[in-house]
């Protein structure tokens, strides 16, 4: 069977080619893995041109026999010191590059390998992996047992740098676990993380190798090799689109159950990594003994000590019954001194500790809303916690949520993940509410309705007041807490949907969130989720517009007045025609009173590489006033002498400018999933609401405005809303109403240009 490499050979390009040389294996699993590395070792011992003193010594994933299908070749050419060792390298790699393999390589003798690792970990975590390929087997023997011996007795010296690569990995690629499209070598708990544990049990620190972790490698090796089958090249992160393909050569019921699965286990090796590092910390730094010669140990929170670097129990809480708040307790503690639970302390814990009552005493509640509130470290003590179970025994709900994946593309981590880091995100905020252990809470269950039917916010509502009975919170902050979780997308919809100058708008924000308390929960809670979400979910201008809508309502709260809508700007209502202002991200035309203004503004915003976020059209005194907020579609800011004059000229009515814009909107015109229409007739106070629901496109403000205006509809505003790869577009088409033979007649126009 033949199998698709990719080849890197100097200068070329990596593009894949069909290895007919090596025939190698391509199926899935530890036996074709197995298979793969035959296949190498035998053909590389037929061009290996033999020579005494000479062996090639193989690293890496052929080093381990753990080939995958589109892998690299790492080799080492080892020599005792020959001559001509150049040219016999040359004899070898080119081969290597002809039949279309990648490789990396490398031309030593046994004192240099050693010397490179001496002064680069990675390098010697390499060498630990070495096999003998061909040639001189004396030499590879020779480079593989000074090696081990080596790092087992440099390894503590060498651990703490090795830990501060591996942090740093982390930080560019995060945990596989909570990830919706995680790297499976990179990431924590990933592949690259085995291969540490697997130093780090060589050097003889800590049994980091268990049953368990084993498992897990394969697994996460099989899923790497199925991915590689589904993409056709070598890929390590295992994106949304290719998880069914893979599911199904693994035969996993779907992507969503291969995701918890890969979680699962690297889950499974973050922990024992973690555990490894305490170990090697332990081993380093000597446990601390007191004259009596016992452990020192130091009280952090009551019934929680610190012993070693970690927290035990203190003697007292283990003798009697104990109190069922223990384990909140201990977590609180753990993360607000930032100190790991000790293993045998939370396998104590997960034994013996009663479950809580409902409700729960003050004192669980107590320590719940320290931890949700302890910032960086909630993290590693909700997760150690998690580990042993103690969650499940909290909240049972906690059960359905453990690696949920979440579908919209804004999302980057699982449902867990995202609630426990809402959490820690709504802890900056506490100073700006009055009651930051409502917002601590709310924030941790503002989605647990998700995965369940129906919309999210309007199931979780119910869940989430029912979880705060449970832990004993007094029936108006209960209601409270299911408000803020209905709530919670209130005010990022009605912000970058509606028209935050229309009376109607902020009243019926107003309504729904009855008091100034709940408005700042809720304000603090959209700002958490968004930086929990992902990137995509904030930016300068959500959060301008946010903050304009908080603004209003909370004066319509205090005062029970509605707030006048803004006067125009002045520059746009005087001095002679056409009138263009460029902001910082803005654009404010005026203009002639005509139809299509709108339309055109938007068309000439988007030859220029502008998107419109929003847009108001209005008529004082003639005039035809258009604002629009604008950011750069590429980040590219465009040329404001070049705008400004298309712009001019084009609401002037320059032909030459409309035929540009119709050129581009046509070819802009694409396929994709079939777009929508919403209407909303009781949402503003004198215009009927249109939403296109439709994916996203340059040009499409400009389409529809035409579609619109050709169809007889006149336009007010227009708010733009970017979800991923779509849009929710909302156009206030002026009127109370239109008939519904008009209405159809719009939206047909509507659908046509999308």
Known sequence: ???????????????????????????VGAAARSARADALDAWLCRIFPARPGVALV??????????????????????????????????????IWDAGLRLD????????????????????????????????????????????????????RQLPGLRELTAARWEAHGELAFLLEGDLKEAAGGLRDVGILRA???????????????????????????????VGRRVDRLVAQERDGVAKLLGVDDGDALLRLTAGDARTVRHALDDAWRAADRLRSGRQRAASGRPVRRPVARDVVEQDGELVLARTAIGARPDPSLSLRVAAAAATTRLPIARATCEWLAAYCPPLPAPWPPTARAALTTLLGAGPGLMPAWETCDRYGLIDGWLPEWTRMRSLPQHNPVHRF?????????????????????????????????????????DHSTVGAPLAEAVATRIGLPPAEAALIGTLVRLHLLLPEVATRRDLSDPKTIAGVAERVGDTGTLELLHALVRADAAATGPAAWS???????AELVARVRTTLDTGVVPAPPAPDPALVAGPLPVVHLGEDRVSVAAADRRGLLATVAGCLALHRLEVISADAATVDGRALVECRVQPRYGLAPDPIALSADLRRAVAGDVSVTQRLRGRALAARSGGAAARVVWHREAATDAVLLELRAADAAGLLYRVA???????????AARIATLGGDVVDTFYLVGAGLPDEQRARVEAAVLAAV
């Open 58 to 95: 193989a690293v890496g994933g052929l080093g381990r026999r753990q080939c995958a299908p589109y892998g690299d070749l790492d080799l080492v050419l080892l020599h005792a010191g020959v001559p001509g060792v150049d040219e016999l390298a040359a004899a070898l790699w080119y081969p």
């Open 200 to 230: 780090i049990a060589t050097a003889g620190v800590t049994d980091a190798l268990r049953p368990a972790v084993h498992a897990a490698h394969r697994r996460l090796l099989d899923t790497r090799d199925a991915l590689h089958r589904q």
């Open 105 to 156: 390589h490398s031309v030593r003798t046994v004192a240099e390998a050693l010397s490179v690792a001496q002064d680069d970990v990675k390098v010697a975590l390499g060498l630990l992996d070495a096999r003998h390929v061909a040639g001189d087997p004396a030499l590879t023997g020779q480079l593989a047992r000074t090696a081990t011996d080596h790092w087992r007795r440099t390894a503590i």
């Open 706 to 716: 035409c579609a619109l205006d050709e169809a007889g509809a006149q336009v007010r």
């Open 1 to 27: 069977m033949t199998s698709l490499t990719t080849a890197t050979a100097p200068g070329g390009d990596g593009v894949p080619v069909v290895n007919e040389v090596v025939g190698l294996p391509g199926g």
């Open 414 to 454: 699982t449902l867990d993940r995202h609630l426990v880091q809402t959490a820690y995100e709504a802890s900056r905020h506490a100073r700006d509410v009055e009651r930051p252990d409502l917002l601590l809470l709310g924030a941790f269950l503002h989605d647990i309705g998700k995965g369940l039917p129906g």
């Open 540 to 546: 300068g201008w959500k959060g301008r517009l946010i």
